[in-house]
């Protein structure tokens, strides 16, 4: 069916989005925000990475300063990633992980966490994003879902301490895999204000029962930090627009309905042999589709 803008509701404000760096790795971070900002867009969600600001090379504090006058300079806006495959480990992919039997290896990824936090309040970013990671083999689930919370116990702290929210990602295949897993943490640490949600709109095409529109309205009052890109039903590979299943105008009118004002992050990880050219017409693709809910054309 079709929906009408009803005259007397006012206005949302537009949507403001943002690249993922981690679609732009064979470009200079320098390079990779001067494309961002000449193309129009709005912000960068930075993932730290041996590339682009790396968490664990000396002078971190001094690096950040450079990137926040880049940022300013240019007028972007940042969230901070830590999706970054072989940050941690050079052989294991996201390795380790919060739910990693040793002690010693979830520290790890707790201080990469508290990094992150750091770099987040220097750059002013309100957002941090991280994962749960797989469950372990021959781990039980009750203990992994015990590591998790406490792991992050201490960064939801931190991040509280400096404003940031720590936006936890329900990822495909991992203990922490939807909506419903993060309502499970958020009781299990007592409903924290600095522990919100990053939605990602393609992996809720993936497997979540409700199409994409509904679970913006759903988890509206969490979500703090947004990627999006197409995907098919079942199918966890992230894709350009228009070759997923996806109905975007929908999706972009429940997001400005429920006032959210984070970055709307594109995220294609797989793609930076063409991140330039996809860059230009993902931003091309969601005006039109932002221009298309607002206009009232949007079909559901």
């Not at 499970?184 to 993936?206: E, K, M, N, V, Y």
Request: glycine share 10%; net charge negative.
């Amino acid at each position: 069916m079709s929906r009408t803008v009803d005259p007397g509701r006012p206005t949302p404000e537009p949507l403001r989005f943002a690249y993922g760096t981690n679609g732009l790795t064979d470009l200079r971070l320098s390079d990779a925000l001067a494309l961002l900002a000449d193309l129009g867009y709005d912000g960068v969600s930075l993932t730290l990475d041996h590339m682009h600001l790396d968490p664990l090379a000396p002078d971190l504090t001094a690096r950040t300063r450079r990137v926040a006058r880049d940022l300013e300079r240019l007028g972007l806006g940042v969230a901070i990633e830590t999706g970054a495959r072989y940050v941690l480990d050079a052989r294991r992919k996201h390795h380790p992980t919060l739910l990693d039997p040793d002690p010693d290896a979830r520290g790890a990824r707790v201080d990469l966490l508290l990094r992150a936090v750091r770099v987040a309040g220097d750059l002013g970013a309100p957002a941090v994003h991280c994962f749960s990671g797989v469950l372990p083999p021959g781990e039980s689930g009750e203990t992994a879902w015990r590591r998790l919370a406490d792991a992050l116990g201490p960064v939801v702290v931190a991040a509280a301490a400096v404003g940031v929210s720590l936006a936890i990602e329900p990822e495909p295949g991992h203990l922490l895999a939807d909506l419903a897993g993060f309502h499970r943490l958020r009781t299990a640490l007592g409903d924290p204000p600095a522990l919100g949600l990053t939605l990602d709109i393609g992996h809720c095409q993936c497997l979540e029962p409700d199409p994409p529109a509904e679970c913006v309205r759903a988890a509206a009052p969490w979500v703090r930090h947004v990627q999006i890109e197409d995907m098919r039903r079942g199918v966890h590979e992230h894709l350009p627009f228009g070759e997923g299943e996806i109905d975007f105008p929908p999706v972009l009118e429940a997001l400005r309905a429920a006032g959210y004002r984070g970055l709307v992050g594109v995220e294609l990880p797989r793609h930076s042999h063409a991140g330039p050219e996809l860059a230009r017409a993902s931003l091309r693709f969601l005006k039109d589709a932002e221009r298309a809910a607002s206009e009232g054309g949007v079909r559901c």
